[in-house]
């Protein structure tokens, strides 16, 4: 048995999550607008955390995990952030170091984002005392 667990998480933007998890290695992932259903390794449907179906919006789908892993799952709140569902299985790679990775990913992926909206050019990143410093560009200032 391998059952799902919720973790709250700061992340707001869907799109930039999306980005984020590519970048740690997922090459396929799901954007539903409604939540949809979860499977475990066995492709049975789950409901540990709900009685009608574990469900997310953004979801990672077992076969792209790997192994015998069960699908990862993140679940669009009321307060707008995202709720990570991970299987206890899966609780080994997707631990607190995988998630650190994950939120500096998209925090980069926000920073870009807000930047180009605001009419800034990247200019390039560098590491500063162990620290990542992205570069940007206003093209308007003299």
Known sequence: MSEYHAQKT????????????KEQ???EVEVHEV????????GHTTRYLDPNGDKANIIVRRHIVGGAANDLGFKKMADGTYEAIVSQYDS?????????GLKKSYVE???HKTA????????GRKIVNGRVQLQ???PRAN
């Not at 939540?35 to 066995?42: C, E, G, N, S, Y």
């Open 10 to 21: 700061q992340f707001k933007d869907g799109a930039c999550l999306v980005d984020a998890l």
């Open 25 to 27: 290695g997922y090459s």
């Open 35 to 42: 939540a949809t259903q979860l499977f475990d390794w066995h």
């Open 92 to 100: 080994h790679k997707h631990n607190a170091q995988w998630f650190k």
């Open 109 to 111: 992926k926000v920073d």
């Open 116 to 123: 180009a909206k605001n009419g800034l050019k990247f200019l």
């Open 136 to 138: 940007f560009l206003d």
